[in-house]
């Protein structure tokens, strides 16, 4: 037998068993998709402790990171030990901690406010924003960036985008985890250089 009948048998012998591998897939995709059509639908009651969910880190959205910041809601939606945790800080853990570290950044940036840019996602006790944001260091010197510290009103802005998971347990924010553009927001401030 020729060498080119060979290989032209042995590709032959490949398409089919690549035909095969690719009806399994779509055999698995559609065994996954009757799968997930045979689901439980949500309950009204698990619904409505979704929509709760969602209420609580809008309202944290707006009253801890938005333009208006008001104190009082660390302690009306922070659970007493809350984890608080971006790249551009280190974790914050507790309610005191985490006031502390939020009157501290909003000092040093006055005009700091970040608003979402999706609408909020609940699945289980977890809820997922997208967010972006900044603002003009024009107070005094902060150091609590993990890459370093800023002089007292050095003038520059930073904007920059995430997206944060909150778990939160009857009406308490629990955890705050972000993960945002903390590599845009160091090179606006010259903390880092860029490439």
Same mark, same amino acid.
């Given at each position: 037998?020729?060498?080119?009948?060979?290989?032209?048998?042995?590709?032959? =012998?490949? !398409?089919?068993?690549?035909?095969?591998?690719?009806?399994? %897939?779509? /055999? &698995? *995709?559609? +065994?996954? @998709?009757?799968?997930?059509?045979?689901?439980?639908?949500?309950?009204?009651?698990?619904?409505?402790?979704?929509?709760?969910?969602?209420?609580?880190?809008?309202?944290?959205?707006?009253?801890?990171?938005?333009?208006?910041?008001?104190?009082?809601?660390?302690?009306?939606?922070?659970?007493?030990?809350?984890?608080?945790?971006?790249?551009?800080?280190?974790?914050?853990?507790?309610?005191?901690?985490?006031?502390?570290?939020?009157? =501290?950044? !909003?000092?040093?940036?006055?005009?700091?406010?970040?608003? %979402?840019? /999706? &609408? *909020?996602? +609940?699945? @289980?006790?977890?809820?997922?924003?997208?967010?972006?944001?900044?603002?003009?260091?024009?107070?005094?010197?902060?150091?609590?960036?993990?890459?370093?510290?800023?002089?007292?009103?050095?003038?520059?802005?930073?904007?920059?985008?995430?997206?944060?998971?909150?778990?939160?347990?009857?009406?308490?924010?629990?955890?705050?985890?972000?993960?945002?553009?903390?590599?845009?927001?160091?090179?606006?401030?010259?903390?880092?250089?860029?490439?």
């Amino acid at each position: 037998m020729k060498k080119s009948t060979i290989e032209s048998g042995n590709s032959r =012998n490949s !398409r089919r068993r690549a035909i095969g591998q690719l009806g399994a %897939g779509a /055999a &698995a *995709l559609a +065994a996954l @998709g009757a799968t997930a059509a045979r689901a439980k639908p949500r309950d009204a009651e698990d619904s409505a402790r979704l929509e709760a969910n969602k209420a609580v880190v809008g309202r944290w959205f707006d009253l801890f990171w938005g333009k208006d910041f008001h104190a009082g809601v660390v302690k009306e939606l922070a659970a007493p030990d809350m984890l608080l945790k971006y790249s551009l800080h280190a974790p914050r853990r507790g309610q005191d901690d985490i006031l502390a570290f939020i009157s =501290n950044f !909003r000092s040093a940036f006055p005009d700091l406010a970040f608003s %979402g840019t /999706a &609408a *909020l996602i +609940a699945e @289980g006790d977890h809820v997922v924003g997208q967010w972006i944001g900044g603002g003009t260091h024009t107070g005094p010197a902060f150091d609590d960036f993990i890459a370093g510290g800023l002089r007292a009103a050095t003038g520059r802005r930073m904007w920059f985008s995430g997206t944060t998971v909150l778990k939160v347990v009857n009406g308490r924010i629990q955890e705050e985890l972000g993960l945002d553009d903390g590599v845009t927001a160091l090179q606006q401030l010259g903390l880092i250089r860029k490439a």
